[in-house]
């Protein structure tokens, strides 16, 4: 399945060039109405072409704004943003949004047709494609997300996973070059939460598709190249996730709990066991056996 | 309020090509005073089972057309479903439904949603005037918002007369619960009501449920798919799987068995993931799985500096 889904983006020449910057924000400032603060002041913010960043920050930070003028869903009061090297301007929207898809929260928001391969579609006919061409297209997205079987199954018989499953197969569609979960997996439940993660870990991976993930799982974050950590419309940290998570104090500042193992490891170092940090809990486990033993 | 439940099944479109069981035969009992746990799968049960709590859906002998099933020749009746709610009986045609909603009080997913007001003070008052006997005085309503907007950490001179929709997503959630608690419902049944709330959010949420269970409500029923929610707060949690209560026990019991929940397809708290890690490399602990006596209970072990040497035995484990 993976050779075949490889050969179907070769056939639509989905696969890029490199060393191209998906995303640029340059100096961009963003307000909802005159008298509110900035949702996004002054940022400079890029995301490289084929890389996974996670963007983490309490609710009201300025993620979702992010992830809106990213593909053009708000229009920056200030700065430019750029995608794939086109600066976002109102002539040319539906270029930029043909290579950069959001998927939102609410898996019962953003289907539009009944059946899933119609959904899936949607996108696609609005692009005026062949016939021939949006039934290759459909094949080809049901197939990367896992739900080839389901293809002539009622949308509203999927669960949540399925239905954020087929949303994402509705911006494949389109042969999107960067996807941007904008807490996608919020509504889901753990296997729900798993079955998005592994589908788009395995865009990034096998399709080189670039990946921004907003979302409040930091275990979902430790997937990601790139951890990016917003505060009141500012980028405060960012680096590797594992190095983001050892930094508690900071976290905590901008209201962010560190993944509950960190903060098991601080409290035993606390207390004078000498574990090493880490964020995985078998290795944990590991380090607690060497330690009092 | 005692609430009592056996051999409850439930079909959703029965005796069509979807019919689909979401309950078999479930027997749970959950105490008075309890901060119960309803774990489980999208489709085990779980919303079904807490939907008959307050009679949103409804026992077959409790709606007027139910007839008495007759025994089949040689065939004895199958045992019929009992469901008591501290005095309601929610088998019985009489009984009166409207007073055990005031009493069972239902937070469903995302409550948020369910704003409609133009004020906060209206949101909250819906409720309250909804199930008052007679019609309250504007005084007594004014009263029960100010009462529920304090019990969920609301200033009622601040919020009263702003528009829900104004407000942050923590705040409306808030909003949402008070006009669940208005009525002061004995019994508070929340679905997943952390569900979507960055971790602060969450973590607030939860010190509410705990002031609510203290000050407010006897009884509180989470529905969640957070293991470390549960371990963290329930006196006991039910495992839902495929419409039946796989187990129902206390977080320190339940979550010994982490192998069977796995092998259930559910998550296990991290603190159970780590004990169990550490019981492979031949260290048991006992520990309750809150991240508090986990910490404590590895730290008890910790080898003293004055006598750590090689081979020295960890002290014994456990606490007195």
């Not at chain 1, 953003?110 to 579609?121: G, H, P, R, S």
């Not at chain 2, 009984?95 to 369910?114: C, H, I, N």
């Not at chain 2, 590895?298 to 014994?316: K, S, W």
Request: with cysteine.
């Amino acid at each position: 399945m993976t050779a075949q889904s490889g050969a179907a983006f070769g056939r639509f020449g989905l696969r890029g060039g490199s060393n191209m910057k998906a995303i640029e924000f340059c100096g961009v400032s963003f307000r909802y109405d005159e008298e509110s603060p900035f949702a996004i002041h002054k940022l400079d913010f890029s995301v490289e072409e084929g890389e996974f960043v996670a963007v983490l920050g309490h609710n009201g930070s300025g993620k979702s704004t992010l992830a809106r003028l990213s593909n053009g869903l708000l229009e920056a009061d200030e700065g430019e943003i750029r995608v794939f090297g086109t600066q976002i301007a109102r002539k040319n929207l539906y270029d930029v949004r043909k290579n950069v898809g959001v998927v939102f929260q609410n898996p019962d928001n953003q289907t539009v047709a009944t059946i899933v391969e119609d959904d899936v579609a949607f996108g696609a006919e609005n692009l005026g494609l062949a016939r021939e061409e949006i039934g290759e297209r459909i094949r080809f997205a049901l197939q990367a997300v896992g739900m080839q079987q389901y293809r002539t199954a009622a949308v509203a018989r999927l669960s949540g996973g399925q239905k954020q499953r087929v949303a994402i197969a509705g911006v494949l569609a389109l042969k999107p070059r960067a996807v941007i979960l904008d807490e996608a997996t919020a509504m889901l439940d753990p296997r729900g939460r798993r079955e998005i993660v592994e589908v788009v870990s395995r865009l990034n991976r096998e399709e080189k598709i670039t990946v921004i993930m907003i979302t409040h799982f930091m275990e979902e974050a430790l997937l990601a190249d790139r951890a990016v950590v917003m505060n009141r419309g500012e980028i405060v940290m960012q680096g590797a996730p594992a190095d983001i998570f050892e930094r508690q104090e900071e976290l905590i500042t901008y209201n962010l709990a560190m993944p509950r193992i960190g903060y098991i490891c601080n409290r035993l170092r606390a207390g004078g066991l000498p574990v090493a940090n880490t964020l995985d809990s078998e290795t944990l486990a590991e380090e607690i056996a060497r330690c009092v033993s | 309020m005692r609430i009592v439940a056996e051999h409850l099944s439930y079909t959703y479109n029965p005796k069509s090509p979807f019919a689909a069981a979401a309950l078999k035969d479930v027997s749970l009992t959950i105490e008075e005073g309890e901060f119960f746990g309803i774990i489980g799968h999208t489709g085990s049960g779980k919303s079904t089972f807490v939907q008959h709590l307050n009679g949103l859906i409804r026992l077959p002998s409790s709606l007027k057309r139910y007839k008495k099933p007759k025994a089949k020749k040689g065939q004895p009746l199958p045992p019929q479903p009992v469901l008591t709610v501290g005095t309601f009986d929610l088998a019985d045609k009489k009984t009166d439904f409207r007073a055990l909603r005031k009493s069972v009080g239902m937070v469903f997913q995302y409550p948020e949603y369910q704003l409609f007001a133009e004020t906060v003070r209206d949101d909250v008052a819906f409720g309250f005037k909804n199930f008052a006997d007679g019609k309250p005085t504007k005084e007594e309503t004014d009263a029960a918002v100010r009462a529920a907007l304090a019990a969920v950490g609301l200033d009622y001179d601040t919020y009263a007369e702003q528009s829900p929709f104004d407000l942050s997503g923590g705040q409306k959630r808030r909003v949402a619960i008070a006009g669940v608690i208005v009525t002061r419902p004995e019994v508070l049944v929340l679905d997943e009501p952390a569900a979507g709330l960055d971790p602060l959010g969450k973590r607030e949420v939860m010190e509410l449920l705990h002031k609510l269970h203290r000050e407010w409500c006897k009884t509180v029923i989470v529905v969640s798919h957070d293991m470390d929610e549960i371990a963290e707060n329930c006196t006991r949690a039910a495992v839902f799987s495929e419409g039946t209560v796989a187990a129902a026990l206390p977080p320190r019991e339940l979550f010994r068995r982490a192998d069977e929940l796995t092998a259930l397809g559910l998550d296990v708290p991290l603190t159970a993931k780590l004990c169990a890690g550490l019981m492979r490399r031949g260290i048991a602990l006992d520990c309750d799985f809150t991240t508090e006596d986990f910490i404590r209970k590895v730290l008890e072990r910790a080898p003293r500096r004055a006598d750590r040497e090689p081979g020295a035995l960890p002290p014994e484990g456990g606490e007195a």
